[in-house]
């Protein structure tokens, strides 16, 4: 160990105390989300995702999609490297159920993205550090997977084998469909 070991201790101390908030996030994860869409109505919808060549961009293609005029809909991720299409057999496989990602480039999440939203749409609890670490308020965040039946974080599906990207493609169309429903339920309520 060179340097000073305080340091050390104390990087340790605070990598340690993320993984910790980031578990306790993961289990407050269903109740946090629930929470979101009773707090205010669902206008602009911020979808982030680690690289912003698979996830996000399906999730908020399909909210454009089927979610029409009553959301305005943004994508964008934590890799530095923005203006990165979709990969070709991504994009065939979501062309094939409906899903155009051939025109999308990737962006990097900024903080007038995080100002602007009053809903941010995320995959997973390394998407929630990021977020926290950038400030975002956390009362906007929606876990994507917990929309759904199953674990509330939605794996990336990058270099996984074709059955495991088809069955994320599946739990993001599901995932995004119940956030449509949430926001048409909550839109009607009395």
Known sequence: M???PFNFFARASRALQRRIDA???????????QARF????????????YGNIYRSPLFGEILKAEGGAMLEVRSAGFHQK???????????????????????????????????????????????????SQGADPAKFV?????TEGTVEIEDPYNR????????VGQLESSARRFIERVRGARVRP
Do not use: K, Q
């Open 2 to 4: 060179s340097g000073n």
């Open 23 to 33: 578990w306790r996030a993961v289990r407050a994860a269903r109740e946090s989300t």
């Open 38 to 49: 009773v707090r205010a109505p669902v206008r602009r919808v911020l979808v982030v995702c």
């Open 82 to 132: 923005t203006g990165r299409s979709s990969p070709a057999p991504y994009v065939a496989l979501c062309a094939g159920r409906g899903f155009a990602l051939d025109r999308h480039r990737s962006a990097v999440v900024t903080p007038a993205d995080l100002d602007w939203a009053d809903t941010i749409v995320f995959m997973d609890r390394h998407n929630w550090n990021s977020l926290a």
């Open 143 to 147: 876990w994507a997977g917990a929309l």
């Open 161 to 168: 084998p074709a059955p495991e990207v088809e069955r994320i």
